[in-house]
């Protein structure tokens, strides 16, 4: 049951949609869901549980919203993707639970040509004017600053924290709690729990902070200091210095995802800068 034009229910009572909102037969709407002033939701659409759409956010297509969402004003999600081989065919977007989808923030349906699916996981913050374009995966808990732009078919794993005004290279994937600086280009792949930055992007060292608050132990954070010197400072081909990590450093969790998204790159990988280059003081290497 719907009521339109009262005060907004608790989350977990009624729906409510605004009498200027435009909410189309085949949506699904579960329980305390509030749809706003001149918001448009219309395809096959459903939202979960206590998701909330503030005022003028535009919901198409396809579209699966799961519970506790909240999106702010001019915010869309399931509109066609900006890809001209795109011919209406009937992808979808895939949204978890408690997102926070900021203003004029973007979110647009997957192609035939890369699976069909746009997905995003739970708990992330997607800041102002930030663009989720189509066949992006992203996992959960990550940020991603204002106006941070992913082209078609990129990976985010869990954690990572993409800086504002960043550019993300169609076909890049970006591991578990990587963090990349705010204006950077980024034309390969960002490990796992490495910093990134500038245009292009080089690697900095280990995401300190993140791996802190994410409370990683000082003895993880060992071992991936010694990787991380391997990989990416030793000078050795790629090949090598996965071999010689394998051989010298005890396996784990975190070592062995730190591996295995090397040897899947598929674009490469970002490299450390040169010595001369200056390096970020908020790393360690």
């Not at 794993?157 to 169609?170: K, M, N, P, R, V």
């Not at 960002?190 to 003895?219: C, D, H, I, T």
Request: aromatic content about 6%; hydrophobic content about 35%.
């Amino acid at each position: 049951m719907s009521r339109q034009g009262t005060t907004p229910p608790e989350p977990e009572g009624e729906v409510y949609i605004h009498p200027l909102a435009e909410v189309s037969r085949e949506v699904e709407l579960g329980p305390g869901v509030h749809v706003g002033p001149f918001c448009i939701l219309k395809g096959r659409i459903t939202v979960g549980a206590g998701t909330r759409f503030i005022s003028h956010v535009v919901i198409d297509g396809n579209t699966t919203i799961g519970k506790d969402n909240l999106f702010y004003p001019f915010s869309s999600a399931g509109l066609p993707p900006q890809d001209l081989k795109y011919r209406g065919e009937p992808s979808q977007v895939v949204i978890g639970d408690k997102n926070t989808i900021r203003e004029s923030v973007t979110i647009h349906r997957g192609t035939e040509g890369g699976g069909m699916l746009t997905r995003i996981g739970d708990q992330n913050l997607l800041m102002a004017n930030c663009h989720v374009a189509h066949d992006c995966f992203l996992g959960s808990r990550i940020v991603m600053a204002n106006a941070a732009n992913l082209a078609g078919h990129i990976i985010i794993e869990d954690g990572a924290i993409i800086g504002g005004l960043t550019g993300i290279h169609q076909f890049v994937r970006i591991g578990t709690l990587a963090m990349v600086g705010g204006m950077s280009g980024v034309p390969k792949d960002v490990p796992p729990y490495v910093w990134a930055s500038g245009n292009r992007a080089y690697l900095y060292g280990l995401n300190l902070e993140g791996l802190k608050r994410a409370r990683f132990s000082p003895e993880t954070i060992s071992l991936l200091k010694r990787a991380y010197q391997i990989l990416f400072r030793s000078g050795l081909p790629q090949k090598e210095s996965l071999e010689k990590v394998s051989k010298e450093i005890p396996a784990g969790p975190e070592i062995n995802h730190l591996l295995d998204f090397l040897k899947r790159t598929g674009r490469g990988v970002l490299t450390a800068p040169k010595q001369s280059h200056h390096e970020n003081p908020s790393s360690d290497n």
